[in-house]
């Protein structure tokens, strides 16, 4: 959710879950450090389903 926001971009939840370890900083980079992150289009999710998700949690 905080990816869509951010970025106006809808993800699929497996994708999100690599993006939670960044958002959480489960790891750390230094300022000079280069991440790539490849992330899918949200085409079989839909935001009610993510909030559905969220509320699981």
């Known amino acids: 959710m905080q990816f869509l926001d951010d970025h106006r971009t809808l993800v699929e939840p497996a994708c999100g879950a690599t993006l939670s370890v960044l958002y959480d900083q ?32």
């Open 26 to 57: 489960k790891i750390t980079f230094s300022p000079t450090d280069q991440v790539l992150v490849i992330v899918c289009g949200g085409a079989t999710t839909s935001i009610a389903q993510l909030h559905d998700y969220a509320r699981m949690l």
